[in-house]
């Protein structure tokens, strides 16, 4: 079974990743990486920068010689930046939104992509785009921002973050075939609503149960 490091910008990715490791993959060794003032320079710059992907693959190097074999960010933000490192490193470097990125392809149609940061929106929707280009599948692909959301949700008041999102949702279930949702923090607003109408994608558990097959060889 081969060690993976988990990357997190944020210590509120950390306890939810620790159980659905403990979850899905209790056997496998974990190192997580945590550096928060990351992500707040990300959106700060409007995306990554040439010194914030510096540091980037100094955690890559850093998991190298831990003796990891993959490394994996929790962060879509910065996903294009881990790939974009494949060249220095032979570990295997992989994103939390992988495997639910292949499914929305999979099921095709028409992809409405959900966030509540531009920095987050922004790197999904080109790597869903290039994904569904590799797949030679004619899809749709509909971006939805809703930054009102994630104000709120720095202030502290989840109920105006649930409503907005739960509005985007419902606009989406309208004129999709399946939503994806770009960040983990909305995944709770769809329990709060009823059974959608069409499939409502989320990174986290599918990424971690990537994370097991490519831990055990089988992907």
């Given at each position: 079974m081969k060690k993976v490091a988990l990357f997190h910008?944020?210590?509120?990715?950390?306890?939810?990743?620790?159980?659905?490791?403990?979850?899905?993959?209790?056997?496998?060794?974990?190192?997580?990486?945590?550096?928060?003032?990351?992500?707040?320079?990300?959106?700060?710059?409007?995306?990554?920068?040439?010194?914030?992907?510096?540091?980037?693959?100094?955690?890559?190097?850093i998991a190298e010689k831990a003796g990891c074999d993959i490394f994996m960010t929790a962060c879509s933000s910065i996903g294009g930046a881990v790939e974009q490192c494949q060249f220095?490193?032979?570990?295997?470097?992989?994103?939390?939104?992988?495997a639910m990125v292949d499914e929305a392809i999979a099921?095709?149609?028409?992809?409405?992509?959900?966030?509540?940061?531009?920095?987050?929106l922004k790197p999904t929707l080109a790597y869903?785009?290039?994904?569904?280009?590799?797949?030679?599948?004619?899809l749709t692909i509909t971006p939805m921002l809703m930054e009102e959301?994630?104000?709120?949700?720095?202030?502290?008041d989840m109920a105006t973050h649930d409503a907005v999102v739960a509005e985007g949702l419902?606009?989406?279930?309208?004129?999709?075939?399946?939503?994806?949702?770009?960040?983990?923090?909305?995944?709770?607003?769809?329990?709060?609503?009823p059974a959608p109408p069409v499939p409502v994608l989320t990174s986290p558990e599918s990424g971690i149960r990537w994370l097991k097959k490519a831990a055990d060889g089988e992907v």
């Open positions: 910008t944020s210590a509120a990715t950390l306890q939810m990743m620790q159980q659905l490791i403990g979850d899905v993959m209790p056997q496998t060794e974990v190192m997580h990486l945590v550096e928060e003032s990351m992500i707040k320079e990300v959106m700060k710059a409007g995306g990554v920068t040439p010194a914030i992907g510096a540091r980037i693959a100094g955690y890559i190097q220095m490193t032979p570990l295997r470097l992989a994103r939390i939104d992988c099921r095709g149609g028409r992809i409405a992509v959900l966030a509540t940061v531009a920095t987050t869903v785009e290039r994904k569904a280009q590799e797949s030679g599948n004619a959301a994630f104000h709120s949700l720095l202030k502290g419902k606009k989406a279930f309208a004129d999709s075939d399946v939503v994806m949702l770009a960040q983990a923090s909305m995944a709770r607003v769809v329990q709060q609503l």
